[in-house]
């Protein structure tokens, strides 16, 4: 239908239609009105794909106050959808400051993530302590804590409380998709799998007799058929489950150590040479 120009009691009897039930008539008033709301509303906002779906909203908020009786009829019909127009501007703008708000609120929790999280400032430095991590010989479940609690930065209550159940294969999931994230950008995925995945993923594949040979695991009822990424991470607690943690992540840590010492090289992957008499 095209926009025509209405005339003052034109415009009265479209509206008093319209008021009885008669959609032709709105439809009418619709395309008389549609383009001067539109640029109304797109003046105010400067974006004319919003101007389009806020001109519509204009129409039903409108429309709703004609059924209900709202219209002063010594008004034009513009008038209204005049100053519903300004109403749904108003709410526009309310809305997009809480959405900027809330991405100011985010980005502030990033900024402050980078300034305390050391893979945003040295990545090559902590994947190369992660890969170290992998191959340092500890035990799985000991690997996957220290990542937790020196790699993500949890507390080993909050791991017994909401991890306690989980299996080691589940937790092995959730920390490397965690510490890939920041870290997308340095590496592809396949280079992450292969050089940091690969080697906890080929011990947890081993059965469990044969990664936990010490006597602390001889009465958990571990067969040599049981693989060791089923099991639950509450099954290598005993006593205090934190502190249980608390004493992986210093033997993990240890092993580390000795890695590092033994190849002689730096945490953030540079060779250094040897000194005589060491």
């Not at 209900?68 to 526009?92: E, S």
């Not at 934190?242 to 540079?270: F, M, P």
Request: with cysteine.
């Amino acid at each position: 239908m095209e926009r025509r120009f209405l005339a003052e009691s034109e415009e009265l009897a479209l509206v008093e239609a319209a008021i009885a039930g008669d959609p032709e008539a709105w439809g009418i008033l619709y395309n008389a009105f549609l383009l001067p709301v539109r640029g109304f509303i797109a003046g105010r906002i400067g974006v004319t794909e919003d101007a389009e779906d806020l001109a519509q909203e204009c129409f039903i908020r409108a429309r709703r106050s004609l059924d209900q009786g709202l219209f002063d009829r010594q008004y034009r019909l513009y008038t209204l959808l005049r100053n519903v127009a300004l109403h749904v501007v108003q709410d526009y703008w309310r809305h997009r400051a809480r959405a900027d708000s809330r991405l100011s609120e985010q980005s502030h929790r990033i900024r402050s993530l980078a300034a305390e999280t050391r893979s945003f400032h040295e990545p090559l430095e902590r994947l190369e302590l992660l890969r170290l991590v992998f191959v340092c010989g500890a035990k799985p479940h000991q690997i996957l804590m220290f990542g937790f609690v020196k790699l993500l930065q949890w507390r080993p209550r909050e791991i017994v409380k909401e991890r306690a159940e989980s299996s080691l294969m589940s937790l092995t999931d959730e920390f490397l998709e965690s510490y890939y994230a920041p870290l997308e950008h340095y590496m592809s995925q396949r280079t992450f799998h292969s050089t940091f995945c690969a080697p906890l993923l080929a011990v947890m594949d081993s059965p469990a007799v044969e990664v936990y040979g010490e006597r602390e695991y001889d009465d958990r009822g571990m067969s040599s058929e049981l693989a060791v990424g089923s099991l639950a991470l509450k099954v290598f607690f005993g006593g205090d489950p934190a502190a249980n943690i608390s004493d992986w992540c210093d033997r993990v840590r240890t092993c580390t150590r000795k890695l590092i010492a033994a190849t002689n090289i730096e945490t953030h992957g540079q060779s250094r040479p040897r000194q005589r008499g060491n």
